[in-house]
C-alpha cells in the first residue's frame, strides 16, 4: 500500500499538479487577505489559517520531494559504485586467468621437456600476490579509504602431518612486508588469531568492527605491543577457503586500519565480502588445485 501511494505521489503528473495547486492556492489567499484589515474582515483569522495550512503542506511536499530526489541520486550512486565494482572484478580475474594460464602453461612445458614441474616459472604463491593485489584495488573502490591490508594465509601442505600455516602473499598502500610474512607458525601452538580459525576450522566469515573489538581477538602481543597499535586496527574481516567443506587449506585476512572502513555494520561488511570477494576466494581455491594438479605425479 506504501509502495503504491509512494509510486503515485512521484508520478510526474501528480507531483507538478500537488505543487502546482498548492502554490495557486497559497497565492490566492494571499490576494484574499487584501490589506490584512483585522476590524473590517471577519474572515481574516480563518484566511491566516487556510495560508498557514496550505503552506505547511507545501512545505511537507518540497522536503517530501526533496528527499526522495536526494535518495535517487543515493541509490543511483551506489548502483553506479556496484557496477564500477563488478567491473573490476571482471576485468581483474581476467587478467588473473590470463597470467595463471601463460604460466601454468609454461609448467607444462618443462614437464613435457625434462619430466619435471618447475614452480619457478609459475607457482601458487607467486600468483596469490596478484589476488592480493586485486582484491586491494576494489577494496579501495568499495570502501572509505585506502588504509588496507590484505594477507594470505596458506596451509602447509608439503609436510604430513599439516599442522603449519605460513603468510605467502600480502598487498598495501605502501607494498610493506608484514612481519610474519614467509614464516612458518604451528596452528596448534601459535597464538595469532589466525592460527586460532585454522585450528576452529571455521567456514563461516568473520567480521569484526572496532579497536576495542579486535583488541580482544588480537591477543597474541605483549602488553605494551598492544597498548600502542591498539587504536590502528579498526576493522577485520577473515574469508576461509575450504577444500571440498572439509579442509581449510587458506585464509584472507583483510584489516581496515585507522580510519579506513568497508562498511559501517557486520551484516553490511559480509554483503560486501559475499557479492565481491568470494569470487576471489573461489579462484584462489582454483589455482591451489592446479598447482597440485601440476606436481602431481602418477602412481
Not at 604463491?125 to 572509505?144: M, P, Q, T
Not at 601459535?190 to 568473520?206: G, M, P, R, T, V
Request: hydrophobic share 35%; glycine share 6%; net charge neutral.
Amino acid at each position: 500500500m506504501r509502495g503504491k501511494i509512494h509510486n503515485i505521489l512521484n508520478h510526474p503528473f501528480v507531483k507538478a499538479l500537488l505543487l502546482g495547486v498548492s502554490t495557486l492556492v497559497i497565492g490566492g489567499i494571499c490576494s484574499a487577505m487584501g490589506q490584512w484589515d483585522f476590524k473590517n474582515d471577519p474572515t481574516l483569522h480563518y484566511k491566516i489559517s487556510a495560508l498557514i495550512g496550505c503552506s505547511v503542506i507545501y512545505i511537507v511536499l518540497i522536503a517530501y520531494y526533496s528527499t526522495n530526489e536526494t535518495n535517487e541520486k543515493k541509490i543511483a550512486a551506489i548502483y553506479e559504485k556496484q557496477n564500477q565494482a563488478f567491473e573490476e572484478v571482471m576485468s581483474g580475474l581476467m587478467g588473473l586467468c590470463k597470467r595463471s594460464a601463460e604460466g601454468a602453461n609454461k609448467v607444462i612445458k618443462s614437464i613435457i621437456n625434462n619430466r619435471e614441474a618447475n614452480l619457478e616459472l609459475w607457482n601458487f604463491d607467486e600468483a596469490c600476490f596478484w589476488v592480493c593485489k586485486n582484491v586491494y584495488d576494489l577494496l579501495c573502490k568499495l570502501g572509505n579509504g585506502r588504509d588496507f591490508e590484505v594477507i594470505y594465509d596458506r596451509l602447509d601442505e608439503s609436510v604430513k602431518p599439516e599442522k603449519e600455516i605460513y603468510a605467502n602473499s600480502y598487498a598495501n598502500k605502501d607494498s610493506k612486508k608484514p612481519s610474519l610474512y614467509g614464516k612458518k607458525r604451528s596452528i596448534e601452538e601459535d597464538s595469532y588469531h589466525d592460527a586460532e580459525l585454522f585450528k576452529q576450522n571455521q567456514s563461516d566469515i568473520e567480521v569484526i568492527i572496532g579497536f576495542e573489538e579486535i583488541d580482544k581477538v588480537f591477543g597474541h602481543k605483549t602488553k605494551d605491543k598492544r597498548n600502542k597499535n591498539r587504536k590502528k586496527y579498526n576493522q577485520y574481516i577473515a574469508i576461509p577457503i575450504f577444500c571440498n567443506d572439509e579442509k581449510m587449506v587458506g585464509l584472507f585476512e583483510i584489516v581496515c586500519l585507522n580510519k579506513t572502513s568497508l562498511g559501517q555494520t557486520e551484516e553490511e561488511i559480509t554483503e560486501i565480502v559475499s557479492k565481491y570477494f568470494m569470487t576471489y576466494a573461489f579462484f584462489v581455491l582454483v589455482l591451489h588445485k592446479l598447482e597440485k594438479a601440476l606436481v602431481a605425479k602418477p602412481q
